[in-house]
């Protein structure tokens, strides 16, 4: 019997996909390894890929190539700032986001 | 029946302001937290420490017109009202955490005496429910070892004193000074998680 999955909010999937990107740094992080380390389907991931896009949070690097990498905006990097801050407060009062 | 002089009533409203401001930033930012996230239970944070920070600031205001008025039937309103206005701020952290004055006459002195500006029934209510906040503020420390869970658990705890000081009748300021402890407690966790990276 597999482990019953915790339940992962729509945010910290977000920010999940974001901290993979940010590891990777300046290189940007392909789909595959988002998709990886984010624990997500495909259907799914590609859907929150172009949200994070249309925010501004994520760009593709290389518009032209068939191998899609992703970096972190300005705003990704203050969004993942915030959203730890928030954790810590929430997870101090026992609150899981 | 302990009295309260003018000067210690001056002390118990200005922590009791002091108190109020403090859970009234802590609920702004549990706000913010919902707002960011979505997380409903952030929401009834925020509602909690609002109702509580509104309970004190009406508190310290229906006394301040008690005591100019000399009128014993509001004060008996304003402590029910801001006691039930705790109760309800403390099932709100239950579930949400779930895992002063100008110089009086003596005769005004005589009028403040503690049982007036307590309701021992509705305080006891508060200490249950406070046991249960407390309970889960340490199942929540035990298990994720934060030390922002610390300041918190901590600052539950010291409430939970405040609460006691009161039902034990030992001392209605040594309760106040307990309750700005506690307030402080929260504060400093609300500075560091917004500082630390």
């Known amino acids: 019997m597999s482990p019953k999955r915790a339940y992962r909010s729509k945010i910290r999937i977000l920010a999940d996909m974001m901290q993979c990107i940010q590891e990777e740094g300046e290189e940007g992080a392909g789909p595959t390894k988002i998709l990886y380390s984010a624990n997500l389907s495909h259907d799914r991931l590609t859907q929150y890929l172009e949200e994070l896009i249309e925010k501004d949070l994520i760009v593709q690097m290389d518009e032209n190539s068939s191998n899609k990498t992703y970096r972190l905006t300005e705003k990704g990097r203050d969004f993942l700032r915030e959203f730890a801050k928030m954790e810590r407060f929430s997870e101090a009062f026992g609150i899981e986001i | ?197």
């Open chain 2, 1 to 197: 029946m302990q009295d309260i002089t003018p000067d210690q009533l001056g002390a118990i409203l200005l922590l009791e302001t002091i108190s109020a401001t403090i859970a009234l930033l802590v609920s702004h930012y549990s706000n913010k937290a919902f707002r960011f996230t979505q997380q409903k239970r952030l929401a009834d944070l925020s509602t909690g420490f609002l109702v509580l920070s509104a309970g004190m600031y009406g508190r310290v205001l229906g006394i301040l017109y008690a005591a100019v008025s000399s009128n014993l039937e509001t004060l008996t309103i304003v402590v029910i009202a801001t006691s039930f206005m705790r109760i309800m701020a403390y099932v709100l952290f239950v579930v949400s955490t779930r895992h002063t004055i100008s110089k009086m006459t003596p005769e005004l002195v005589m009028f403040m005496q503690i049982p007036l500006l307590v309701d021992f029934n509705l305080e006891t209510v508060g200490l249950i429910l406070l046991v249960i906040v407390v309970l889960q503020s340490l199942m929540n420390y035990m298990s994720t070892r934060s030390r922002y869970g610390l300041y918190v658990l901590v600052g539950f705890v010291l409430l939970l004193l405040s609460h006691s000081a009161i039902v034990t009748n030992s001392g209605y300021l040594l309760s106040q000074i307990l309750q700005l402890l506690a307030f402080l407690a929260l504060l400093v966790m609300l500075l560091k998680v917004g500082r630390e990276e």
